[in-house]
T-cell receptor, first 111, second 112 residues
Framework: SQTIHQWPATLVQPVGSPLSLECTVE??????LYWYRQAAGRGLQLLFY??????ISSEVPQNLSASRPQDRQFILSSKKLLLSDSGFYLC??????????FGQGTRLTVV | AQSVSQHNHHVILSEAASLELGCNYS??????LFWYVQYPGQHLQLLLK??????LVKGIKGFEAEFIKSKFSFNLRKPSVQWSDTAEYFC??????????FGAGTRLFVKA
């Protein structure tokens, strides 16, 4: 069966420090991969999605970037965090004929 | 750009009342449609989904949704809500561009 792992679960980082959140999927190949940010009253804002290795689509201009170095690995990064980057980040995967499956989420606090 | 609109941000109902949550999307192509629920302190879980076929879809816990293509809508319904239905509900659309986008969510509070 398919599983999705996202880590870390919580992270406290100082302003200006780098960020790397990792997400891996097991049990499927060539998944669509997503990074969302969930905020109260805003639902899940799509940040990035990827349909294949090295293919990244950015939905909103921001201080973050994403990379897909392997088929089932999706990384969310920043070179220098801002206070406004604080939030709850969710990784997800799906295929053309499935619903989205979510990771456990990462609560990022930038101080 | 594609978008998903959920008309009600907050809904308060008494137990046994009927529920209908609106969802409209903007995309002219083929879509897959979903409703997810997030109970307090828990992660998102799938309520129901529509890919093709009968536009009236039945999900878990007595929920159903109807896809009306001409209205670009996928409203969620339940004939009689329970206190345990208190949660946040998200409509989502998966487009042909391999992108899944979510609405802003509707917070439902059911009074016992």
């Amino acid at each position: 069966s398919q599983t999705i792992h996202q880590w870390p679960a919580t992270l406290v980082q100082p302003v200006g420090s780098p960020l790397s959140l990792e997400c891996t999927v097991e049990g499927t190949s060539n998944p669509n991969l997503y990074w969302y940010r969930q905020a109260a009253g805003r639902g899940l804002q799509l940040l990035f999605y990827s349909v294949g290795i090295g293919q990244i689509s950015s939905e909103v201009p921001q201080n973050l970037s994403a990379s897909r170095p392997q088929d089932r690995q999706f990384i969310l990064s920043s070179k220098k965090l801002l206070l406004s980057d604080s939030g709850f980040y969710l990784c997800a995967w799906n295929s053309q004929n499935t619903e989205a499956f979510f990771g456990q989420g990462t609560r990022l606090t930038v101080v | 750009a594609q978008s998903v609109s959920q008309h009600n941000h907050h809904v308060i109902l008494s137990e046994a009342a009927s529920l209908e949550l609106g969802c409209n999307y903007s995309y002219g192509g083929t879509v897959n449609l979903f409703w997810y629920v997030q109970y307090p302190g828990q992660h998102l879980q799938l309520l129901l989904k529509y890919f093709s076929g009968d536009p009236l879809v039945k999900g878990i816990k007595g929920f159903e949704a109807e896809f009306i293509k001409s209205k670009f809508s996928f409203n969620l319904r339940k004939p009689s809500v329970q206190w345990s239905d208190t949660a946040e509900y998200f409509c989502a659309v998966h487009t042909g561009g391999f992108k899944t986008i979510f609405g802003a969510g509707t917070r439902l509070f059911v009074k016992a």
